[in-house]
Each structure stands twice: as structure tokens, then as C-alpha cells.
């Protein structure tokens, strides 16, 4: 009897632990919301990634700012800015769901670029993916308006550290 609950509570946690990941929260934020982040007096490096599901070259890279959130680095936040449609946070939800992605995502709901770009960077032009790089601590910005390849996340934070 006991033999049979063991191997009955070992069935069950592996059962529940293929289970695919529910879909995460994604909050749709105001750019205020997003420039709290950027104006944050924390100790953490933040890494914040503009892109969208639509965009080929955002898709490319994310999994630079997945693999760099799972490291674990208490100093270093990332966040993704998604920039689809407010009305599409069901389509984001999914496609975070399907790639598994564990990063915080936002959803920005400004459809006014020219109110608030500048204030992201003056030399965004507007263009996605776009990384913005802040270490809060020594005021240091890197912003970056490309497809990042492998290691020059890494490079951008250095810079700014």
C-alpha cells in the first residue's frame, strides 16, 4: 500500500511539472508607467527591450533577454516593452505562452510616438528592436536601435556598470 502512494505521488509531480507554463500576466502601462522604470532609484542595472510579435528581428533577439533573465543576476532587471495594439494583449499573452518566455512584459498603450520617444532616447528614431540599457546607480544610459547578435547585451551592460 505505501509502495503504490509513493509511486503514485511520484506520477503526479512529474505530471504536474510537464504541464506547459500558464500564460503570464501582461499588464498594459501608460508610457508614465514605463518612465517610472526608467526614472527607478534601484540598484539594479535596468535592461529594457522595445519590440513587438510582429517584428522579425525583435523575435530574433529575445531570447538574449530571456537567457540573461534566467540567469538569476539580482543586478540586472529586464523588461520587454511589447509595442502591438493595446487590443492585442490576447495575441501577446499567446505568443509569450508559446515561447515559453518568463521575462516581464508590458504592454505599452501609447499610439502617440512623437509625445514620448524622445524621452526614451532623443536618437530613437523609432525603429524596433530597440534596447535601452539604465544603471541607476552611476546615471550611466546605453540605448541601442538594432537586432542585438550574442554578447553584445552583455557588452552594453558592461559599458554602463
Known amino acids: 500500500m505505501r509502495i503504490r502512494f509513493v509511486i503514485l505521488a511520484i506520477v503526479a509531480l512529474l505530471l504536474s511539472a510537464s504541464r506547459p507554463l500558464d500564460a503570464q500576466d501582461i499588464k498594459v502601462i501608460k508610457f508614465n508607467s514605463l518612465e517610472k522604470i526608467m526614472n527607478a532609484n534601484a540598484a539594479e542595472v535596468q535592461v529594457i527591450n522595445f519590440w513587438a510579435t510582429w517584428c522579425a528581428p525583435c523575435i530574433k533577439e529575445l531570447p538574449l533577454f530571456e537567457a540573461l533573465n534566467k540567469q538569476n543576476d539580482s543586478g540586472i532587471k529586464v523588461t520587454l516593452i511589447s509595442m502591438d495594439f493595446a487590443d492585442q494583449v490576447g495575441r501577446v499573452k499567446e ?9 516581464e512584459i508590458l504592454l505599452l498603450d501609447e499610439i502617440d510616438y512623437n509625445a514620448w520617444i524622445d524621452k526614451v532616447d532623443p536618437s530613437w528614431s523609432g525603429a524596433i528592436p530597440a534596447t535601452l540599457v539604465i544603471n541607476p546607480v552611476n546615471g ?11 554578447g553584445e547585451l552583455e557588452a552594453i551592460i558592461a559599458s554602463v556598470k
Open 95 to 103: 505568443f509569450a505562452k508559446r515561447r515559453n518566455l518568463t521575462t
Open 140 to 150: 550611466k544610459r546605453k540605448f541601442v536601435e538594432k537586432e542585438l547578435k550574442e
